[in-house]
């Protein structure tokens, strides 16, 4: 069974703080994306990496593949709270292309 | 040009009773997947179609949840006899290729009193 472990599940910063995100998993994954859930809406596509060792840069973002592509992290830099929400990540299941995720990290930025 | 919509966005139903949610995946879009996240959660995958055909439907929890595109677009998700524990929000995720990036909508919360 292909699982996904996120840590921390949640984190409360104050604005102008840096955090990252960590996706840990025993099984390859041909690649990961990550996406940004609001409450009320579904998730939606921040970033996929496909190359074991890839690095990703969106504005503040910095999204990490492991050399081994069985984890992944999200780094914010100078966090806002427009960056408050469900950060989760998700890998391509072996069957149907159905995506498995982890179960997600609250992200809480206070002004 | 619209994105994925789901109806009803919400919907509470009484322990025994049948419901139905729909999905409008983006035109054009071959693949349409269906999933469950419990409060809290992270989504879990329920059931995949392409076009008409469903192909995996190894997700869905029980012989209660039945999933239908039956013209290769406009999706059906039916739970019958609903139990307190199919209270969920039930996303609908569309893609143009099986691989391709999937786009959700925004989920219809499901509340089983």
């Known amino acids: 069974t292909q699982l996904l472990e996120q840590s921390p599940q949640f984190l409360s910063i104050q604005e102008g703080e840096n955090l990252t995100v960590y996706c840990n998993s025993s099984?390859?994954?041909?690649?990961l994306q990550w996406y940004r859930q609001e409450p009320g809406e579904g998730p939606v596509l921040l970033v996929t990496?496909?190359?074991?060792?890839e690095v990703k840069k969106l504005k503040r973002l910095t999204f990490q593949f492991g050399d081994a592509r069985k984890d992944s992290s999200l780094h914010i830099t100078a966090a806002q709270p427009g960056d408050t929400g469900l950060y989760l990540c998700?890998?391509?299941?072996?069957?149907?292309?159905?995506?498995?995720f982890g179960k997600g990290t609250k992200l809480s930025v206070k002004p | 040009g619209a994105g994925v919509s789901q109806s009803p966005r919400y919907k509470v139903a009484k322990r025994g009773q049948d419901v139905a949610l729909r999905c409008d995946p983006i035109?054009?879009?071959?693949?349409l997947f269906w999933y469950q996240q419990a409060l809290g959660q992270g989504p879990e995958f329920l059931t995949y179609?392409?076009?008409?055909?469903?192909?995996?439907k190894s997700g869905l929890p029980s012989d209660r949840f039945f999933a239908e595109r039956p013209e290769g677009s406009v999706s059906t998700l039916k739970i019958q006899r609903t139990q307190q524990e199919d209270s969920a929000v039930y996303l609908c995720?569309?893609?143009?290729?099986?691989?391709?990036?999937?786009?959700f909508g925004p989920g219809t919360r499901l509340t089983v009193l």
């Open positions: 995720a569309s893609s143009f290729l099986r691989s391709g990036e999937q786009f």
């Open positions: 099984s390859v994954f041909s690649s």
């Open positions: 990496v496909v190359t074991g060792g």
């Open positions: 998700a890998g391509v299941g072996r069957s149907q292309g159905n995506l498995i």
């Open positions: 035109s054009g879009h071959v693949s």
């Open positions: 179609f392409q076009n008409e055909a469903q192909l995996d």
